[in-house]
């Protein structure tokens, strides 16, 4: 796991000192909500007084805003609120971009629930409806079950409401509810794209302002896009799976730690747990808990909307398993996690630490002094460990919640770049390229590749350039005829019934378009090709080859490893390294062994590696030639 920097929230210093010199105990405390609680009882105040300032230095920056929001002024408030956002709803698909602002005026701060995973939820709830009605509904749903939400229910401390108040937004949240109660009925009317694009920004902001929605303090980003793109190419694996009517298996077990491992890095639990431990601000050990709890369940309920059969398959939340199981599943997840990132802290405290010493022999004094990154960490962990049980009792009510509204999406699948490939012979010799992913065997996503994407690209590549057109001709005929015979294609007769079934309709097909392409190349023994009649050929010819060896068993799995495995950086540092570690490096046989168990082929093990590592040799060698 790569070194990540974990950070501690750091919040304003002085919490005591209200708007408007107000004594603290005569700002009211916000009540928690029944379950039941209505749209406009969600407890989000408006604090009357000017803006006041706050002294957090730490966020994204202090931010000089160019426009001031009119606080007398509900539209001025709304635009302000709404930053950056971008909606358009049109015709079934709903497309976003942006932020709304956020309520603290050093910045953005952090989000506890990463916004991609909102965004994602978002989407998948209003894409696929037929129009705006149909839209409108869903949205009218949403805005109900906000409402009714965990963190609707949460009543911060005072403190932490003043801090927010003091923010530059501390009048948004009071006008909020108004703007898209307002916002709904407008589009009721309307019945217009341009209506319910507003009363979706109005969503966005209201789901922005609830408590504990964001905490203050730096945000320096934690790859939370590229977790949730993991989960969302796994959930197309999965859909893919279920739709074919194919046999329910268990993933293997790493498959399912990495589920799980994505799916956690998409709540911000070092701001969280350091808010909730922070010595400038107590909490109560009851509301500390109901926070922690309200956030674990609100990510739940959100991926739920667009990856429920991931969540489903690492056993995050299985419905219908009982929400005493579904919490202890949860809770000892978490633990895990925990641990694990604390480990990781201390791992690199320490590298810090032997850093530090080097200057200090160096230098002669400090040139930096070692991060506090494992002890803030060890903070939270020994907060979860004095309150798992309270935890795992409070997400378990949450559950309840979860459960009722989630679990039915619209999938939102985001692909790859489609196979591209430009031949040119302008120069009297081929020059070809080849971009972007060939059809894959699974719907919405690539799988695992065995050997890297971008060995084969190269492989293909270097086959064929700076060939004279006569070379090119005969070279594409060697590559139709070694297509029978090349080692993995011999598997098929390995698989499961259905998997061999849709395996050889895709090879045959590739391959019959591969052959369709080749008979469009003069005889052998005629007049070798002109260079303008072969380039078209090229680009079917090449295409063809690519979706077959894309197709071949194995090539690519459906229970291998989501993540990066740094084969970029291999490629970059090619020349400084051994060719046996590059070979190895750009071979994923974990994917490969994770598959092997998920298709119950064990007793085929060193079948299946042996014909895969001849493949993958072959096609290293072309790619990287000695």
């Given at each position: 796991?790569?070194?990540?920097r974990?950070?501690?929230?750091?919040?304003?210093?002085?919490?005591?000192?209200?708007?408007n010199?107000?004594?603290?105990?005569?700002?009211?405390?916000?009540?928690?909500?029944?379950?039941?609680?209505?749209?406009?009882?969600?407890?989000?105040?408006?604090?009357a007084?000017?803006?006041?300032?706050?002294?957090?230095?730490?966020?994204?920056?202090?931010?000089?805003?160019?426009?001031?929001?009119?606080p007398?002024?509900?539209?001025?408030?709304?635009?302000?609120?709404?930053g950056?956002?971008?909606?358009?709803?049109?015709?079934?698909?709903?497309?976003?971009?942006?932020?709304?602002?956020?309520?603290?005026?050093?910045?953005?701060?952090?989000?506890?629930?990463?916004?991609?995973?909102?965004d994602?939820?978002?989407?998948?709830?209003?894409?696929?409806?037929?129009?705006?009605?149909?839209?409108?509904?869903?949205?009218?749903?949403?805005?109900?079950?906000?409402?009714?939400?965990?963190?609707?229910?949460?009543a911060?401390?005072i403190?932490?409401?003043?801090?927010?108040?003091?923010?530059?937004?501390?009048?948004?949240s009071?006008?909020?509810?108004?703007?898209?109660?307002?916002?709904?009925?407008?589009?009721?009317?309307?019945?217009?794209?341009?209506?319910?694009?507003?009363?979706?920004?109005?969503?966005?902001?209201?789901?922005?302002?609830?408590?504990?929605?964001?905490?203050?303090?730096?945000?320096?980003?934690?790859?939370?896009?590229?977790?949730?793109?993991?989960?969302?190419?796994?959930?197309?694996?999965?859909q893919?799976?279920?739709?074919?009517?194919?046999?329910?298996?268990a993933?293997?077990?790493?498959?399912q730690?990495?589920?799980?491992?994505?799916?956690?890095?998409?709540?911000?639990?070092a701001?969280?747990?350091?808010?909730?431990?922070?010595?400038?601000?107590?909490?109560?050990?009851?509301?500390?808990?109901?926070?922690?709890?309200?956030?674990?369940?609100?990510?739940?309920?959100?991926?739920?909307?667009?990856?429920?059969?991931?969540?489903?398959?690492?056993?995050?939340?299985?419905?219908?398993?009982?929400?005493?199981?579904?919490?202890q599943?949860?809770?000892?997840?978490?633990?895990?996690?925990?641990?694990e990132?604390?480990?990781?802290?201390?791992a690199?405290?320490?590298r810090?630490a032997?850093?530090?010493?080097?200057?200090i022999?160096?230098?002669?004094?400090?040139?930096?002094?070692?991060?506090?990154?494992?002890?803030?960490?060890?903070?939270?962990?020994?907060?979860?460990?004095?309150?798992?049980?309270?935890?795992?009792?409070?997400?378990?009510?949450?559950?309840?919640?979860?459960?009722?509204?989630?679990?039915?999406?619209?999938?939102?699948?985001?692909g790859?770049?489609?196979?591209?490939v430009?031949?040119?012979?302008?120069?009297?010799?081929?020059?070809?390229?080849?971009?972007g992913?060939?059809?894959?065997?699974?719907s919405?996503?690539?799988?695992?590749?065995?050997?890297?994407?971008?060995?084969?690209?190269?492989?293909?590549?270097?086959?064929?350039?700076?060939?004279?057109p006569?070379?090119?001709?005969?070279e594409?005929r060697?590559?139709?005829?070694?297509?029978?015979?090349?080692?993995?294609?011999?598997?098929?007769?390995?698989?499961?019934?259905?998997?061999?079934?849709?395996?050889?309709?895709?090879?045959?097909?590739?391959?019959?378009?591969l052959?369709?392409?080749?008979?469009?190349?003069?005889?052998?023994?005629?007049?070798?090709?002109?260079?303008?009649?072969?380039?078209?050929?090229?680009?079917?010819?090449?295409?063809?080859?690519?979706?077959?060896?894309?197709?071949?068993?194995?090539?690519?799995t459906?229970?291998?490893?989501?993540?990066?495995?740094?084969?970029?950086?291999?490629?970059?540092n090619?020349?400084?390294?051994?060719?046996?570690?590059?070979?190895?490096?750009?071979?994923?046989?974990?994917?490969?062994?994770?598959?092997?168990?998920?298709?119950?082929?064990?007793?085929?093990r060193?079948?299946?590696?042996?014909?895969?590592?001849?493949?993958?040799?072959?096609?290293?060698?072309?790619a990287?030639?000695?």
């Amino acid at each position: 796991m790569p070194a990540r920097r974990i950070y501690k929230a750091r919040r304003t210093a002085n919490v005591s000192a209200p708007p408007n010199g107000k004594a603290v105990k005569e700002i009211p405390n916000v009540s928690a909500p029944p379950n039941g609680m209505a749209l406009d009882e969600i407890p989000l105040k408006r604090v009357a007084g000017k803006r006041g300032r706050d002294d957090d230095t730490v966020g994204r920056g202090k931010k000089t805003r160019d426009e001031e929001p009119d606080p007398g002024s509900r539209e001025s408030l709304r635009a302000w609120a709404q930053g950056s956002l971008q909606v358009s709803w049109k015709t079934g698909v709903l497309t976003l971009s942006g932020r709304p602002r956020q309520q603290f005026s050093s910045g953005e701060g952090t989000h506890t629930v990463a916004w991609t995973a909102v965004d994602r939820a978002v989407q998948a709830n209003l894409s696929g409806s037929k129009d705006v009605s149909a839209a409108l509904v869903r949205l009218e749903e949403m805005a109900e079950h906000l409402g009714k939400s965990p963190l609707a229910g949460i009543a911060p401390p005072i403190g932490q409401q003043l801090r927010k108040k003091q923010g530059t937004d501390y009048t948004v949240s009071g006008v909020a509810v108004d703007n898209l109660r307002d916002s709904l009925a407008s589009a009721r009317n309307k019945k217009n794209e341009q209506s319910l694009n507003e009363a979706i920004k109005d969503f966005l902001v209201l789901r922005n302002t609830l408590p504990f929605a964001a905490i203050q303090g730096p945000a320096p980003g934690a790859a939370e896009g590229t977790y949730a793109q993991r989960l969302t190419e796994r959930e197309a694996l999965l859909q893919y799976r279920s739709q074919s009517g194919r046999a329910a298996r268990a993933l293997p077990r790493r498959t399912q730690a990495e589920i799980r491992f994505a799916t956690w890095r998409l709540v911000d639990t070092a701001a969280l747990l350091g808010e909730l431990t922070d010595s400038d601000v107590t909490y109560e050990s009851g509301l500390a808990t109901k926070t922690f709890s309200a956030v674990v369940a609100t990510l739940l309920e959100e991926i739920s909307r667009w990856a429920p059969l991931s969540l489903q398959a690492a056993a995050l939340f299985v419905p219908g398993a009982g929400t005493a199981e579904n919490a202890q599943a949860i809770v000892a997840s978490l633990e895990s996690y925990l641990s694990e990132e604390l480990s990781q802290a201390t791992a690199e405290d320490k590298r810090a630490a032997a850093q530090w010493q080097r200057e200090i022999g160096d230098l002669g004094q400090a040139a930096s002094s070692p991060p506090e990154t494992a002890s803030a960490w060890q903070a939270g962990v020994d907060w979860f460990g004095r309150h798992k049980k309270a935890v795992e009792k409070q997400i378990r009510t949450h559950l309840k919640w979860v459960e009722a509204y989630g679990f039915a999406p619209t999938h939102v699948v985001r692909g790859k770049e489609p196979l591209t490939v430009t031949a040119d012979f302008s120069g009297g010799t081929l020059r070809v390229a080849i971009s972007g992913r060939p059809r894959s065997p699974y719907s919405g996503s690539q799988g695992s590749h065995i050997t890297a994407w971008e060995v084969e690209r190269l492989a293909t590549e270097n086959r064929l350039q700076g060939m004279t057109p006569e070379a090119v001709a005969d070279e594409l005929r060697a590559m139709y005829d070694e297509c029978g015979s090349t080692p993995s294609a011999q598997l098929v007769e390995l698989l499961p019934e259905e998997e061999r079934a849709s395996t050889e309709e895709l090879m045959n097909t590739a391959w019959k378009a591969l052959g369709k392409a080749i008979k469009d190349l003069p005889p052998v023994n005629e007049d070798p090709p002109t260079a303008g009649d072969l380039a078209p050929v090229v680009v079917k010819a090449v295409q063809a080859y690519q979706d077959f060896r894309n197709a071949l068993p194995f090539a690519t799995t459906f229970a291998g490893s989501r993540s990066g495995h740094g084969e970029g950086a291999y490629l970059k540092n090619a020349g400084n390294m051994s060719r046996d570690t590059l070979s190895k490096a750009l071979f994923d046989s974990e994917s490969l062994e994770d598959e092997i168990d998920y298709l119950g082929l064990l007793k085929y093990r060193y079948a299946i590696f042996k014909a895969r590592r001849l493949e993958h040799r072959t096609q290293f060698n072309l790619a990287f030639p000695e």
